[in-house]
């Protein structure tokens, strides 16, 4: 499947962010951002990221049958080496210039990306911090949460503890049934505020590596289908790994990087910079 012409020209143009904007997610480390895609673009990536999911999920045994990380959502890495097309999504301008300008840093690279498609029925996303499992020296991070459709409440779209990544407890939990629990209790006596809303067609999300996020099971017979991106600022350097998931990131997605220095493998390119 090709990119059509005016798809690719969409995904060079600026999304212009105001102040007002940059500030709020400063403050909270999330925002949610209306029209970011087009339905043209929306529609097309559907159908492009839903055959590729296809095609790499291994994934066979029943719902039921699985833990809550399993029951969450069926979860496909790095789609960008494995497809072409979807990769002008992956790396296009109009995403990647949001992610610098949001983190008020001169350019972004790679991480990785996600594929997080959770099925009817499927279960909740514990309350976690993504960058429990990052071995990355700064919180200049960001993912780009991608609806591929409309999210209504009951489809389980993702929730934010607004201003949370100033919480130091629990960020040394893995996803799953405790992360859910502790963090819940925590958040509770905070004056931190949950935000649950429905995605609309288009909108897009960005949450920072340390803001406490979940979100809720899929009550609907219909699979909800999200792409993330997971930026860095492009001087980010790696950390001394201090779980054995941060040494699994490490291994998996900055092969070669060195401890102490700029994370530039192949794996994690420049994507925009001014």
């Known amino acids: 499947m090709l990119l059509p012409t005016s798809i690719e020209q969409f995904l060079q143009t600026n999304y212009e962010l105001s102040k007002e904007q940059i500030e709020s997610y400063q403050t909270n480390r999330f925002i949610k951002l ?29 719902l039921e049958e699985r833990g809550t990380y399993g029951k969450a959502f069926l979860q496909l890495f790095n789609l960008w080496c494995e497809d072409d097309v979807v990769k002008e999504l992956i790396f ?4 990647a210039k949001i992610a610098t300008d949001l983190m008020q840093v001169n350019g972004v690279r790679m991480y990785h990306d996600q594929a997080l498609f959770k099925e009817g029925g499927g279960g ?20 780009a949460w ?3 459709q409309a999210i209504p409440l009951e489809n389980g779209p993702l929730e934010f503890s607004a201003g949370s990544h100033q919480i130091i407890e629990g960020r040394e939990l893995e996803i799953g049934d405790e992360s859910e629990t502790i963090i819940q209790q ?9 935000i649950i809303e429905p995605f609309d067609a288009g909108e897009i999300s960005f949450h920072s590596g340390w803001v406490f996020h979940r979100a809720g099971a899929n009550f609907s017979n219909q699979m909800r289908k999200v792409m993330t991106i997971i930026y860095m600022d492009k001087d980010m350097k790696l950390k001394n790994p201090e ?9 998996t997605w900055c092969p070669g990087a060195e401890i102490g220095e700029v994370i530039n493998s192949p794996l994690n390119p420049v994507l925009y910079q001014y």
């Open 146 to 148: 991608i609806p591929l």
């Open 34 to 62: 209306k029209e970011v895609l087009n339905e043209e673009t929306l529609v097309f990536f559907n159908k492009t990221i839903s055959a590729r999911v296809n095609k790499m999920n291994t994934i066979t045994t029943r």
């Open 124 to 143: 909740i996303t514990p309350w976690h911090a993504d960058q429990y499992y990052w071995p990355l020296e700064t919180d200049k991070t960001v993912t």
């Open 186 to 194: 925590k958040l509770k006596v905070t004056d931190y505020k949950h």
């Open 243 to 251: 779980n054995k998931n941060q040494i699994n990131d490490w291994n």
């Open 92 to 95: 296009s301008k109009r995403l």
